[in-house]
């Protein structure tokens, strides 16, 4: 399990890899980490958002 500080930083790099068009599945956390989960977190945070069209 991952500190609080080990945690945000693996936010910002998810968050980063999302802002540079790479690949999910650059994650470097395995599947069972905490650190993927808010990996994750942080490269779905750039992902677009649909927009409300009706």
Known sequence: MGTRVDIAHAIEQ???????????TVCPYPAS????????KGYASTAPRPSATS
Not at 14 to 24: K, L, S, V, Y
Not at 33 to 40: E, F, K, P, Y
Request: proline residues 0%; charged residues 20%; glycine residues 16%.
């Open 14 to 24: 998810g968050a980063e890899a999302g802002r540079t068009g790479q690949r999910a």
């Open 33 to 40: 980490s905490l650190l993927r989960t808010a990996w994750i």
